[in-house]
């Protein structure tokens, strides 16, 4: 089992619409969660957190659980400018931060 | 700027020549990562610095692949005797604190293309 796997999509919505995508890690001693935001020929910018209880910033709310091993996030009321890859970050054990391969979303018009 | 800053922003090489990729990450960073990105895919961690101590070079896929961070700052990242299979992003992040993806800052990459 990888690290940390993700759906790679593309997941195709249209505008105003929900979506969600998860991630799994395989390393239960994992601390800390995020997810980033790529654009196309882009660098890797830090979108949120992801903590215990679960957050919500605007429009996105992003969860994890611990039992199963896995992180979402949610994105409501989806914009055109929400299109880009999603990656989830796991920061595991010996300072090691792991990125997943990212899902693509698409958001229609 | 105060950004993290990678030089050559594009590189060319034949195969068989070596490359130097460089990063000047903001200043006052502890950690320095590199990654390998191929088109498409997520980044690949290659390798990790805590100040100038290199904690961590187990993504290095070769002995190829060389990095150094001697004086706590600048990073240089070398790859001898490219390969087709080299051709990749490599970006480069720093963070002011040790291991926390929360506070990873992303110079914009050097792409690499091997001929």
């Known amino acids: 089992r990888k690290e940390v796997e993700q759906d790679p999509g593309p997941f195709n919505v249209p505008e105003g619409a929900t979506v969600a995508f998860n991630c799994t890690y395989s390393?239960?001693?994992?601390?800390?969660f995020f997810w980033y935001r790529q654009d196309c020929r882009k660098e890797p910018k830090l979108l949120m957190s992801?903590?215990?209880s679960g957050n919500e910033d605007g429009r996105f709310t992003a969860q994890l659980n611990r039992a199963s091993q896995y992180i979402s996030l949610l994105i409501r009321d989806s914009k055109l400018s929400d299109s880009a890859t999603y990656l989830c970050?796991?920061?595991?054990?010996?300072?090691?931060?792991?990125f997943g391969k990212g899902t693509r979303l698409h958001i229609l018009p | 700027g105060a950004g993290v800053s990678q030089s050559p922003r594009y590189k060319v090489a034949k195969r068989g020549q070596d490359v130097a990729l460089r990063c000047d990450p903001i200043?006052?960073?502890?950690?320095l990562f590199w990654y390998q990105q191929a088109l498409g895919q997520g980044p690949e961690f290659l390798t990790y610095f805590q100040n100038e101590a290199q904690l961590d070079k187990s993504g290095l896929p070769s002995d190829r692949f060389f990095a150094e961070r001697p004086e706590g700052s600048v990073s240089t990242l070398k790859i001898q005797r490219t390969q087709q299979e080299d051709s990749a992003v490599y970006l480069c992040?720093?963070?002011?604190?040790?291991?926390?993806?929360?506070?990873?800052?992303f110079g914009s990459g050097t792409q690499l293309s091997v001929l």
């Open positions: 992801v903590y215990s």
């Open positions: 200043s006052g960073h502890v950690s």
């Open positions: 992040a720093s963070s002011p604190f040790a291991g926390r993806g929360e506070k990873l800052f």
């Open positions: 390393n239960s001693a994992s601390q800390s």
């Open positions: 970050v796991v920061d595991g054990w010996d300072d090691k931060i792991i």
